[in-house]
Structures are given as C-alpha cells and as structure tokens.
C-alpha cells in the first residue's frame, strides 16, 4: 500500500511539473534565450568567415610586397616558399595599374573547386557562402579576391585551402554554440527567479486562495489578506478580498433568510390554524342581533381574512412554488373595481380610489396574479397615506403602450425612502414602513416577471409614488425589460 501511495505521490509530482506555470516558463525563457543566439550566431559565422580570409588576404599582400622590394622581383626558390608558407596560400596575384601580374606562386598550384569574390558581396551572399563552406568536404582549395589594403593596388587575388578555414570555422561554432547555452541557462535561471518572485508566487497565493475559499467559503481566515503591492498583482488581491466579503455576507445573510423563513412559514402554518377557528367564531358572532356587533362584524371579518391571506402567502413564498400563469383575455376596468372592495380603504373615506382605466382596455394574462399584483400594490398605498394620517387618493390608470399594457398605480403618500428604493423587491429587506415584510412588492414583481413583465418605480418623492406595471400584449415575444432596451436604442439612433 505504501509503494501505491508512493507511486501516486510520484505521478503527482510529474504532473505538477508538467503543468506548472514556473517550469514552463524556464523551459520557454531558454527556448527563447537559444532561438535569439541562432540569430546572433548566423551573421556572426559569416563575418568570422570574411575577417579570416581578410587576413590571409593581408599576409599575401605583405609577401608580395616583400617580393617588390627586391631587385628585379625575384628571389630564390627557398624564400618564395617561405612567404607562400608563411601568407599561407598556393599563390598570390596584386593587379595594380591596370597590370595583372602573378607575384608568388608554387611551381604545380592545385586545381581551384570554388571561387568567391569579397569586393562587392552582400550579406545574404556571405551567410549562404559560410554555411557552404561549413557543410563542405575538406581539402577544397579556393580562389578569394578583394580589395588590396590602404589602396595598394585594384584587387588581390589569392589561392589557398579551405580546410584550415572550415575547421577554425567549426572551432568558432562550438565555443559560440557553449556560450549559447551557458548565456541562456544563465539568462532563463535570471528571468524564471524574477518572474517567479514577481509574478508566478503571487498568482499561485491567489490561485490557492480561490480554491480553498471555494471548498469552504464560509470560513473568515480563507478571505485573501491583501498584500501592499499597487500593481495589478495587488489589484487583484484586493478584489479578490472583497468579492470574497461580499459572497461571505451574502451567503450568511441567505442562510439567515433561510432560517428566518423557515420560522416564518412555521409560525404562519400555526397562526393560520388559529385564525381559521377564529373564522368559526366570527361566523357565530354575525349571527347576533346587536347593532353594534352588526356594524364591526364585517371589519372583523375582513381583517381575519387579510391574516389568512397574509399568512397563505408567505408560506406560499417560503415554498417558492408558484405556478405558473394562467393567460386568457380578460378586461382590466372591472378588475381594478375588484381590487378596491379587498385593498382595504378606510371606512371614513379619506382615500379615495380613482379608476381611470378605459373600460375597452383588456389584456391576456392570469387574472388572479394581476389581481395580486395590484391588490399588494393598492394596500402598500393604503399603508403609506395612512402613515401620515391624512387624506389621499390612489389612482389607478392603463393604457396600451406599442405591444405592451402599462398600468400605472399613483399614491399621494410620501413617498419611498432611499433604503427602501434600494431594496424594493427585495423579501424582508424592501420594506417601506417599520414592522413590513417587503413580502409584498416581492411577491408583486414575481409574478409581473413570470408574465414577461415588470414593476418600476416611476416618480416618488413628498407629492406620492407612481409604480408601473408593465404586461406584455398576447402577440408579443419580448419581455419588458427586453423592449425597453430595443426602444432606447431606437431612440439614440434616431437622436444621431
């Protein structure tokens, strides 16, 4: 079992250095290092090829030269060889005012295999030249012309072997090729240290972090602890951070809802029981004939119908089970007048209920999730005239806006406060009043989304609030959202 073990602990380790970020980026630092000294060693071969034979060209030169400054241009046989020996060539021609004379030269010169002229090459010509002479046989003897030096005459000829050029040539090569390696071991050894410290450590902090704050999130020592750094490295180490807060108090605050729902749909289960028997009661209680029971029977009986309703509706959206729309056409204006008989005005009349819908205005929707929507719509706008005790009025108006059904939905309250705008459709959290669940309005944009549809907050300020509910047509295939986008681009183009 341990040799498995250590068996799988080894295959990790290779697959590790396979997929390392480090040990790619050494191994391509010196690919790179290596690919950039083929390059410097290419045009370098050929300049070491043309200096060596400009050399061999200045030796010949000299021993012609020598052999100018003796009578008549003649010397013995012995000393001719001692100069063809020493300028290392078979024989030397200096063409000098228009005259082509053969200064030195061996009694049998060997045959010549190549030619190559150095006045006028170029350096494509003398990079082909070198690696011809690089991958050459030896014991080639060539003929090489060129510019005599300081102007000592038009052009010198010389020939000579290859052989003692192809292996200096070889020599060179190696000791480059060696240095190459070294350079480049040295420069990626520099490189990888740099870019591992800067960058490769950094990301790998990062990388880690992620996926052990993913395997447990909900851990505090598992957020990233930023470090000082002001580059991206250490932007990102503070986004990071504070993404990571983010999702931690977004999963607490959700397992907090969890709960806080759980007790909800609990505590409503039982409070619903209770108010069904206080519905048997309220029966028995209509049935008495004193005046006074007579007039607060209805109230009574409206009241503990809200509380049931109220409670179906939470545990309604605890369960998240809400079926789906019903759609038939159906008109609007009767609906809105049913709405009034459950929104709960006051008896007094100080809210008055304004139905300005057309009475041809008609829709297809689910007509019990629109009478929802505006019957959660209608009580919040009850709640917050009365929030200031005094009069007002709701008005409710539709229209049909291109292949849409606006409803507009206008209280004279005092309007929404900036943290409740900031959570509007939020459960529990977009509450407009002190003691509210927010289950209303969540529950409202619910089932406008399940329509294609939406709610908005059109104006709200000390005047009142306006909320627009917005209904697709039966012929439309495009969401609220999704046409609003379409019309504001329209727009711009049209401005342009």
């Given at each position: 079992m341990a040799e498995g073990e250590g068996g799988a602990r080894t295959g990790?380790?290779?697959?590790?250095?396979?997929?390392?970020?480090?040990?790619?980026?050494?191994?391509?630092?010196?690919?790179?290092?290596?690919?950039?000294?083929?390059?410097?060693?290419?045009p370098s071969i050929a300049n070491f090829r043309k200096t060596w034979l400009e050399q061999n060209l200045g030796a010949a030169q000299i021993a012609a030269l020598a052999l100018e400054a003796t009578p008549d241009n003649m010397v013995s046989p012995a000393l001719q060889q001692e100069l063809l020996e020493n300028a290392q060539v078979f024989a030397v021609s200096l063409h000098r005012d228009n005259q082509h004379r053969l200064m030195l030269s061996e009694k049998m010169p060997p045959s010549i295999d190549a030619t190559y002229d150095l006045r006028d090459a170029m350096p494509t010509t003398l990079i082909m030249d070198a690696f011809h002479t690089l991958f050459s046989r030896d014991g080639r003897v060539i003929e090489?012309?060129?510019?005599?030096?300081?102007?000592?005459?038009?052009?010198i000829e010389i020939v000579i072997s290859e052989t003692p050029l192809r292996h200096a040539m070889l020599h060179y090569g190696a000791n480059i090729f060696w240095l190459s390696i070294v350079i480049s071991v040295m420069t990626a050894g520099l490189?990888?240290?740099?870019?591992?410290?800067?960058?490769?450590?950094?990301?790998?902090?990062?990388?880690?972090?992620?996926?052990?704050?993913?395997?447990?999130?909900?851990?505090?020592?598992?957020?990233?602890?930023p470090s000082d750094r002001e580059d991206e490295i250490g932007v990102a180490e503070r986004e990071l951070g504070a993404m990571q807060r983010e999702i931690r108090a977004t999963l607490n605050q959700q397992a907090r809802l969890a709960?806080?729902?759980?007790?909800?749909?609990?505590?409503?289960?039982?409070?619903?029981n209770i108010l069904a028997n206080a519905q048997l009661i309220s029966d028995r209680i209509g049935a008495v004939n004193d005046p006074t029971v007579q007039h607060l029977a209805p109230r009574l009986f409206a009241s503990i119908d809200r509380a049931i309703d109220l409670c179906t509706r939470?545990?309604?959206?605890?369960?998240?089970?809400?079926?789906p729309p019903r759609?038939?056409?159906?008109?609007?204006?009767?609906?809105?007048?049913?709405?009034?008989?459950?929104?709960?005005?006051?008896?007094?009349?100080?809210?008055?209920?304004?139905?300005?819908?057309?009475?041809?205005?008609?829709?297809?929707?689910?007509?019990?999730?629109?009478?929802?929507?505006?019957?959660?719509?209608?009580r919040n706008a009850v709640q917050a005239i009365e929030g200031v005790n005094r009069a007002g009025e709701i008005r409710i108006a539709g229209h049909l806006a291109s292949d849409h059904v606006h409803i507009d939905v206008s209280d004279t309250g005092p309007g929404l406060p900036d943290k409740a705008r900031a959570h509007l459709f939020v459960p529990f959290a977009g509450s407009a009043r002190s003691g509210g669940t927010g289950l209303g309005l969540a529950i409202a944009d619910e089932l406008a989304r399940g329509h294609g549809g939406?709610?908005?907050?059109?104006?709200?300020?000390?005047?009142g609030t306006t909320f627009r509910v917005c209904i697709p047509a039966e012929d439309s295939m495009l969401d609220c959202r999704e046409a609003e986008r379409q019309n504001a681009s329209k727009l711009g183009v049209a401005a342009q």
């Open positions: 990790r380790w290779r697959l590790g250095l396979a997929q390392s970020l480090s040990r790619r980026l050494l191994v391509l630092t010196i690919l790179f290092v290596m690919l950039s000294e083929v390059l410097i060693f290419v090489v012309t060129d510019f005599p030096r300081f102007g000592a005459g038009d052009f490189v990888y240290l740099v870019l591992h410290l800067v960058f490769v450590r950094p990301m790998r902090r990062i990388t880690e972090n992620m996926v052990a704050f993913r395997k447990n999130p909900e851990d505090a020592r598992r957020v990233i602890a709960s806080l729902g759980a007790a909800v749909s609990k505590i409503n289960h039982d409070l619903r939470t545990l309604r959206f605890g369960r998240a089970d809400e079926e759609r038939a056409r159906f008109a609007l204006a009767p609906l809105v007048d049913e709405v009034r008989e459950l929104v709960g005005l006051p008896i007094d009349g100080r809210i008055q209920w304004v139905n300005e819908v057309p009475a041809d205005l008609s829709l297809v929707a689910d007509r019990d999730h629109l009478f929802r929507i505006l019957l959660n719509l209608g939406a709610i908005d907050v059109l104006t709200t300020g000390e005047k």
